[in-house]
T-cell receptor, first 114, second 118 residues
């Protein structure tokens, strides 16, 4: 069963910030939050991950609530090329068999509108 | 190479035939994964290789599916006696290593092989 809950779809105006929410209320202390995206007809692309501190890279920012039960992926200036399905995944850093799998749910289909 | 390479990019086969799908991971990546994605569905884990350890085959849907990884690099996913329900995009991913410490790494996925069984 998926450990995360995401809205099925969202729209964002081009040039505006896209804020994609994710609920992971059952996250455990050793689990990281990963974000991937999948542009049509391509393999998933790693975006960012974090444990408890907010993270930023050249693609996005990840804001994790203090209780770690939810997070938000922020694309600061969305472009048409950011239209994709965005997946929020939780996974332990290492705990033996099965932990290395990324379990992809349905994700959020983000449509960036001109 | 610069990324994970998969071949062929598209494969159409007749029901009952065997197919082989190939994955070239990023050089130096010791972990390799196979997933499949049916039309409009999420990704389904199939199999995982890590170094010289025995692969985790727990995601393979039937004994018609098998995979091997030669020399710790290239991997081949084989589907015997293909069925129409095998039609999907088969994705390969690699990562530097299984995280054994606090550092974690994202996967790099290939573009996949679109398999169509007719």
């Amino acid at each position: 069963d998926a450990k995360t809950t995401q809205p099925p779809s969202m729209d964002c105006a081009e040039g505006r910030a896209a804020n994609l929410p994710c609920n992971h209320s059952t996250i455990s202390g050793n689990e990281y939050v990963y974000w991937y995206r999948q542009i049509h007809s391509q393999g998933p692309q790693y975006i960012i991950h974090g444990l408890k501190n907010n993270e930023t890279n050249e693609m996005a920012s990840l804001i994790i609530t203090e209780d770690r039960k939810s997070s938000t992926l922020i694309l600061p200036h969305a472009t048409l090329r950011d239209t994709a399905v965005y997946y929020c995944i939780v996974r332990a850093s290492y705990s033996g068999a099965g932990s290395y799998q990324l379990t992809f749910g349905k994700g959020t289909k983000l449509s960036v509108i001109p | 190479g610069a990324g994970v390479s998969q071949s062929p990019s598209n494969k159409v086969t007749e029901k009952g035939k065997d197919v082989e799908l190939r994955c070239d991971p990023i050089s130096g990546h010791t972990a390799l994964y196979w997933y499949r994605q049916s039309l409009g569905q999420g990704l389904e884990f199939l199999i995982y290789f890590q170094g010289n350890s025995a692969p985790d085959k727990s995601g393979l849907p039937s004994d018609r599916f098998s995979a091997e990884r030669t020399g710790g690099s290239v991997s081949t996913l084989t589907i015997q006696r293909t069925q129409q329900e095998d039609s999907a995009v088969y994705l390969c991913a690699s990562s530097p290593r299984l995280e054994g410490d606090r550092r974690v790494y994202g996967y790099t996925f290939g573009s996949g092989t679109r398999l169509t069984v007719v």
